[in-house]
């Protein structure tokens, strides 16, 4: 199983639901190894979640950007 650590660097649990929580009511970013996945505000009501990720042949990071109500495409990409 995947450590997770939040930005204070707490361990959370590895799921959707933890993970959606501490970006919502969290500290809004969550890391990995090689990934993380984090909240940008772009208004009070726009919100984006970002997921970046290093692949493995050790390229450039490579970044998505998905509306708030994408989350399960975000932590399925996160997750992978």
């Known amino acids: ?9 707490m ?3 590895n799921s959707a639901k933890h993970v959606f929580e501490e970006l919502m009511r969290g500290t809004g970013s ?3 190894d090689k990934s993380s996945i984090f909240i940008e505000s772009k208004s009070f009501n726009e919100k ?7 692949p493995e042949s050790q390229g450039a990071v490579v970044t ?3 509306p708030q109500s ?11």
């Open 30 to 32: 969550v890391m990995a």
């Open 11 to 13: 361990e959370i649990h």
């Open 1 to 9: 199983m995947v450590k997770l650590i939040n930005k204070n660097g």
């Open 64 to 66: 998505n950007k998905f």
């Open 70 to 80: 994408r989350f399960k495409d975000a932590w399925a990409l996160f997750c992978n």
């Open 48 to 54: 984006y979640i970002v997921v970046s990720r290093v």
